[in-house]
Nanobody, 120 residues
C-alpha cells in the first residue's frame, strides 16, 4: 500500500533554514496534488503550501517569500525549503498527497509528521 514518510525536521535558530522531504512509496500510479501542512500544540492543522502535478504552487501568507515547495516526480518526492525561519514556524509538519494506484481512484494520504522547532 501507499506510504508517505517525512524527514528533515529538527532544531534550528531563528533566521536559519531547514529542508523537509516527503517520500511516497508503494503501489503508486500517479500523484496529483501534494501539500505541506503544519500543526502547533492546541492549534488546528493549517495548510502551508501546495504544489500540483505540473508544478503550480501556492503558499500561505505567513510563509510566502520564505518557503519554497517543490517536487521530483521521478522520485515521488516532495520538498519544502524553509528559509528565514521564525519561532512561530515551530510545528509538526505533515505532507499530504493525492495518490492513485493503477486500479484505484485518487485518495488522500498523510505522512506521520516531522517536528520543526525554531528557537534561540
Amino acid at each position: 500500500q501507499v506510504q508517505l514518510v517525512e524527514s528533515g525536521g529538527g532544531l534550528v535558530q531563528p533566521g536559519g533554514s531547514l529542508r523537509l522531504s516527503c517520500a511516497a512509496s508503494g503501489n503508486i500510479f500517479s500523484i496529483n496534488m501534494m501539500d505541506w501542512y503544519r500543526q502547533r500544540p492546541g492549534k488546528q492543522r493549517e495548510l502551508v503550501a501546495t504544489i500540483t502535478n505540473v508544478g503550480t504552487t501556492n503558499y500561505a501568507d505567513s510563509v510566502k517569500g520564505r518557503f519554497t515547495i517543490s517536487r521530483d516526480n521521478a522520485k515521488n518526492t516532495m520538498y519544502l525549503q524553509m528559509n528565514s525561519l521564525k519561532p512561530e514556524d515551530t510545528a509538526v509538519y505533515y505532507c499530504k498527497a493525492e495518490i492513485r494506484s493503477r486500479l484505484t481512484y485518487y485518495s488522500d494520504y498523510w505522512g506521520q509528521g516531522t517536528q520543526v522547532t525554531v528557537s534561540s
